[in-house]
């Protein structure tokens, strides 16, 4: 049996947003706003990719200090999920605040794709899932009524200050964008249970592989499942407070909200 929890979020635009999408030849538009069904859509994988990087920072701040990860807490340390690892990311690798390019979470952990008899599922990966292995939250895509507007970009001559003429493309360039105030709404599910698998969420995963640590962040803590929640998926969702591209032009300023469905 499965036991879950369902979660109505609600994502509001405090200032215009834009998620981007391929360019579609019937907007006019060379770089559209996302959209599912011809529904305004924030897809799941871009509020993935929010929490995460806010489960991430909470996991940094709390526990990583003076160049090191607390006394026990080495497990907590997160992936850098994927094959490709830049070099940026490579210096916060160095510094210890993430795992190696080998530590990347992945279920079974065979010799060719990792080699470390010390690899563990990282917390984030537990939570949102990690390669070829689930997690216990459901990220939802988000949906809002209404339509977006569309603006044009305008490059300027450097040495003129006058708008250019000629060129591939010419100097303005068009794009869409979802205004403020826009309400995106979505069910988030947690899995609570799965008395098939013997999986409860905030406990260890018997997961049968044995070259593996598995959850071992997990051993040992005292959190009850509301707690548990509330610390490392709610308080993390609220803390999201931008979306999107564009940021630098003035977008993706937004206010999430969670209410038990």
Known sequence: MIKEKAYKLTIRTTEPLRVGAKRDPLSGADNPVARVGGSLAIPGSSLKGALRTQIEAYLIDRFFRGGRWEAGKEHWTPCIPGDQVSADERKLVAEGKYRNQNGTCRYPCTEDKCGNENHSICPVCYLLGAMTLPGFVRVPFLFAEGGANELSGIRLDRATKTVPHGGRGGPF?????VPQGTAFAGNMY????????????????????????GDKWLEGIEYGQEEFLKEFVLDRLAAIKTIGGYRSKGFGRIEVSAAQA
């Open 173 to 177: 360039r068009s794009y869409e964008l």
């Open 190 to 213: 947690v899995l609570l249970e799965d008395t098939v698998s013997g999986w409860r969420f905030g406990v260890p995963r018997n997961l049968g592989e044995q070259k593996t640590h």
